[in-house]
């Protein structure tokens, strides 16, 4: 048995995902790259990079993961480049895509023989949460101006727009893109392909995938483009869980079960956005708070409900641990990072990565 606590990536369940993500580009073709900045765990990019595309950055190191680790396309993208790493990050990229013209001017001599693209805000996003949106007000993300943009049109030939967040309603999605059509469609015109970012829930559970197609290849032809996609959470989401045991049982008003993870440092997203941890079946009669071994009082994965009680050596599994989820995990407190684990398409679980005291303490000096 696994020691807990670990991530397990269940590659059947992410084929399910692959396999939408497959066959929108085959209905639609627009290209799928995963966004490194969701999730980055090289050892299944054998299995997606069948079905995907290539790999979209946000960093000089992502970049080079996707081009070494991942077959296909390596887009590149930053809030913002330094001198010393566009070399770099040209030489490891297919294109580069500059989050504004002052980026775009500025690396523009180093770039002239690279496929360029910036990246345009329209200014209105399907985000619930102001820190993830990317439309909120005086945001640094990308240019607006359709005059200032027209003025650059020469020196590029795409354009990346990311305006949709966790959104899982495809009219939704469509009124967007007809919004991005009214304000950008003559500029989009001149370019000769764009990126639609990531946030579009189109793999889960009953989303319209053939009128998403529709629409997508209706926007391709109409502008002559070639579509990307940039699917983070769409492309892994339900593929992981995170594996824990639980270490103490205490009531304290509530019934509570501390477990050998931490939420802070193993679900971190969880905590930024203010969101419990999922756990399923949780329908049973026994409920408990369980908690994290941090010190922070507030390390609550959430409370669930069990349909026995709770009991220390009992294991626990915490799903959806894939997206922004392994990339956050930190060594808040120390505690023992989780391991890394695969069940593999013909069921059997490999454990690919285990993280020791030396990861703990070189991560600092
Ligand atoms: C430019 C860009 N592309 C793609 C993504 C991936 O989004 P999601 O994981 O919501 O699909 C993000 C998320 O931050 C992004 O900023
Ligand atoms: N589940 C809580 C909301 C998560 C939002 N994720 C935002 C990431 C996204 N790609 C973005 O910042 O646009």
Same mark, same amino acid.
């Given at each position: 048995?696994?020691?807990?606590?670990?991530?397990?990536?269940?590659?059947?369940?992410?084929?399910?995902?692959?396999?939408k993500?497959?066959?929108?580009?085959?209905?639609?073709?627009?290209?799928?790259?995963?966004?490194?900045?969701? *999730?980055?765990?090289?050892?299944?990019?054998?299995?997606?990079?069948?079905?995907?595309?290539?790999?979209?950055?946000?960093?000089?190191?992502?970049?080079?993961?996707? +081009?070494? +680790?991942?077959?296909?396309?390596?887009?590149?993208?930053? =809030?913002?480049?330094?001198?010393?790493?566009?070399?770099?990050?040209?030489?490891?990229?297919?294109?580069?895509?500059?989050?504004?013209?002052?980026?775009?001017?500025? *690396?523009?001599? =180093?770039?002239?023989?690279?496929?360029?693209?910036?990246?345009?805000?329209?200014?209105v996003?399907?985000?619930?949460?102001?820190?993830?949106?990317?439309a909120?007000?005086?945001?640094?993300?990308?240019e607006?101006?359709?005059?200032?943009?027209?003025?650059?049109?020469?020196?590029?030939?795409?354009?990346?727009?990311?305006?949709?967040?966790?959104?899982?309603?495809?009219?939704?999605?469509?009124?967007?893109?007809?919004?991005?059509?009214?304000?950008?469609?003559?500029?989009?015109?001149?370019?000769?392909?764009?990126?639609?970012?990531?946030?579009i829930?189109f793999?889960?559970?009953?989303?319209?995938?053939?009128?998403?197609?529709?629409?997508?290849?209706?926007?391709?032809?109409?502008?002559?483009?070639?579509?990307?996609?940039?699917?983070?959470?769409?492309?892994?989401?339900?593929?992981?869980?995170?594996?824990?045991?639980?270490?103490?049982?205490?009531?304290?008003?509530?019934?509570?079960?501390?477990?050998?993870?931490?939420?802070?440092?193993?679900?971190?997203?969880?905590?930024?956005?203010?969101?419990?941890?999922?756990?399923?079946?949780?329908?049973?009669?026994?409920?408990?708070?369980?908690?994290?071994?941090?010190?922070?009082?507030?390390?609550?994965f959430?409370?669930f409900?069990?349909?026995?009680?709770?009991?220390?050596?009992?294991?626990?599994?915490?799903?959806d641990?894939?997206?922004?989820?392994?990339?956050?995990?930190?060594?808040?407190?120390?505690?023992?990072?989780?391991?890394?684990?695969?069940?593999?398409?013909?069921?059997?679980?490999?454990?690919? +990565?285990?993280?020791?005291?030396?990861?703990?303490?070189?991560?600092?000096?």
């Open positions: 048995m696994i020691k807990t606590p670990y991530y397990l990536i269940d590659k059947a369940a992410l084929l399910k995902n692959l396999e993500i497959a066959y929108v580009r085959q209905q639609s073709g627009a290209k799928s790259l995963l966004a490194l900045k969701c *999730f980055a765990t090289w050892s299944v990019f054998d299995l997606m990079q069948e079905y995907m595309d290539g790999t979209t950055s946000s960093s000089l190191y992502e970049v080079k993961l996707g +081009k070494t +680790k991942f077959q296909g396309e390596t887009h590149a993208y930053s =809030v913002a480049y330094a001198d010393d790493e566009i070399r770099e990050v040209l030489d490891h990229s297919d294109k580069i895509i500059f989050n504004s013209i002052g980026q775009l001017n500025r *690396f523009k001599d =180093v770039s002239h023989d690279k496929t360029r693209g910036l990246r345009v805000n329209p200014q996003s399907t985000s619930e949460f102001l820190i993830a949106d990317p909120r007000p005086f945001s640094r993300l990308g607006w101006d359709p005059e200032k943009i027209a003025n650059v049109i020469d020196d590029i030939s795409g354009f990346m727009f990311h305006n949709n967040c966790e959104n899982s309603d495809f009219d939704r999605f469509d009124d967007m893109l007809t919004l991005i059509e009214e304000r950008f469609g003559h500029l989009i015109k001149q370019v000769k392909w764009v990126s639609l970012g990531g946030g829930h793999t889960g559970e009953g989303y319209p995938l053939d009128q998403f197609c529709q629409r997508l290849k209706k926007f391709a032809e109409t502008y002559d483009i070639q579509v990307y996609l940039e699917p983070g959470e769409a492309a892994i989401t339900k593929s992981t869980t995170l594996e824990v045991t639980v270490l103490d049982t205490l009531f304290n008003g509530k019934h509570i079960a501390v477990v050998d993870s931490s939420i802070e440092a193993h679900m971190l997203d969880l905590l930024i956005y203010r969101e419990n941890a999922k756990m399923a079946p949780c329908d049973g009669e026994h409920e408990y708070m369980i908690c994290g071994k941090s010190c922070l009082a507030g390390d609550i959430g409370e409900k069990f349909e026995k009680t709770v009991q220390v050596g009992d294991r626990l599994s915490f799903q641990a894939a997206g922004y989820t392994m990339v956050k995990k930190n060594w808040f407190n120390g505690v023992r990072m989780p391991s890394i684990a695969v069940r593999q398409l013909d069921g059997n679980i490999e454990l690919v +990565k285990e993280f020791g005291y030396q990861d703990f303490e070189q991560n600092l000096s």
